[in-house]
């Protein structure tokens, strides 16, 4: 006995879809002008990665981690903005810090942090003015085993570190006034560690420069705009320009309405969301170009249908095959997002929302874009058949 083929989808696919795309396209024009409004607007939530700062992971060492007790401790370090949230259990908590400029304030926690670590009678003050110059003096004489120890306990690299100069108590470490904002994270850093260590354990901490922030931003805009060039040019050489075009704007309104999400939901815009944006470009295009082929197949083997009609006859036969891929990505993707933890959490959510937008998108803005682009089925017909239809076409007048 021969089993039958189990099919999930066994309807008779006659959907009307472009009888709808004025609607769909007045619909997707509204989402990416609100999306364009709120990153103007409201802005994004740029994460450390982006914005710069220091983020720390703690976990309490007894019982669930005390919020309000964290931000009034951390608060009164004098370390600028703070913001705490609960990370994935009740025990364990994350705490931003706003990127630390360096100055008098940071000079003074240094001191702070050589008082609790290396002991009274260490004395920590600024260089000249205009400088990131920093000094230590010592309660005795300095050798270079003491002084590398104690710079160490300020969290000052090995680049950075120097053998006492001057008086034999007295050293000073010459730094730019970037250099000292950057070893103030560090400072930040373990003054949090000084103040909360009694009640919590450290369980990671990140810490990036506002330079590298720049630099990781500029190169995630490179990225995505150099993904789209090269699909765009990839559709427009295997396919035709309005193809090509097609795409693009269904690249476009996937990416600016998945921004649009993380703006509107606050989401955290780090470099996991940028690979998410990445990754919902990739997969739209993938849905675009499966549907494209089947358009391109039938352009040539129906040759009296109307435009229309061929778009809406390639997309109901790529119908099954369009649900069937979307829903397996939903579960997985909805299983990241009840599952996945906060680290994934913005990741996930930009996914679930790329599979929907990405299946409309082809359909609606792709596909739809093919008839306002006035697709012609000659420009897809071999040379021969052209020159056949155009003898057959003399004959007849």
């Not at 696919?13 to 024009?29: E, H, N, P």
């Not at 100055?103 to 050589?114: D, H, I, L, N, R």
């Not at 920093?134 to 005795?140: D, H, N, R």
């Not at 229309?308 to 790529?318: C, D, F, G, Q």
């Amino acid at each position: 006995m021969l089993w039958k083929p189990v099919r999930l989808f066994a309807f008779k696919r006659k959907f009307d879809f472009l009888g709808q795309r004025k609607a769909a396209l007045i619909l997707s024009t509204l989402i990416n002008i609100v999306s364009l409004a709120a990153v103007f607007t409201i802005g994004l939530n740029f994460g450390i990665d982006f914005k710069g700062g220091i983020a720390m992971q703690v976990r309490a060492k007894q019982g669930n981690a005390n919020l309000e007790e964290l931000r009034s401790v951390v608060g009164g370090l004098g370390v600028g903005e703070v913001s705490l949230q609960e990370f994935g259990d009740p025990t364990t908590a994350l705490i931003r810090i706003q990127r630390q400029n360096g100055g008098a304030s940071c000079v003074a926690g240094a001191q702070k942090v050589m008082l609790n670590r290396a002991g009274a009678g260490w004395q920590v003050k600024p260089g000249a003015a205009g400088t990131g110059d920093v000094e230590f003096t010592s309660p005795g004489a300095l050798d270079a085993v003491t002084w590398r120890d104690a710079i160490s306990r300020v969290g000052l690299t090995v680049q950075e570190r120097q053998l006492p100069r001057g008086t034999v108590n007295t050293a000073k470490i010459d730094m730019s006034v970037e250099q000292q904002a950057e070893w103030c994270q560090q400072v930040a850093i373990k003054e949090v560690e000084d103040a909360i260590g009694a009640k919590y354990e450290m369980r990671g901490t990140e810490s990036v420069g506002p330079k590298i922030g720049e630099e990781l931003m500029t190169s995630g805009i490179y990225a995505v705009l150099a993904t789209m060039a090269a699909i765009a040019v990839y559709v427009w050489f295997r396919f035709e320009w309005q193809f090509a075009v097609g795409a693009l704007i269904s690249m476009l309104h996937d990416v600016i309405s998945t921004i649009g999400v993380f703006v509107l939901l606050q989401l955290d815009f780090s470099l996991t969301a940028l690979a998410a944006v990445l990754t919902i470009a990739g997969y739209s295009i993938n849905d675009t170009v499966v549907v494209f082929d089947r358009v391109r197949e039938n352009m040539r083997r129906y040759k009296k249908l109307s435009l229309v009609e061929l778009l809406n006859l390639s997309i109901n036969e790529t119908l099954s095959r369009t649900l069937m891929t979307s829903g397996t990505v939903f579960v997985a993707v909805a299983a990241l997002v009840l599952f996945g933890g906060p680290v994934l959490y913005s990741f996930s959510v930009a996914m679930l929302w790329g599979v929907i937008v990405g299946t409309y998108s082809s359909i609606w803005v792709a596909c739809a874009g093919l008839v306002y682009l006035n697709l012609r089925a000659e420009q897809l017909r071999p040379p021969e058949e052209t020159a056949d239809a155009d003898k057959a076409g003399k004959a007849g007048a």
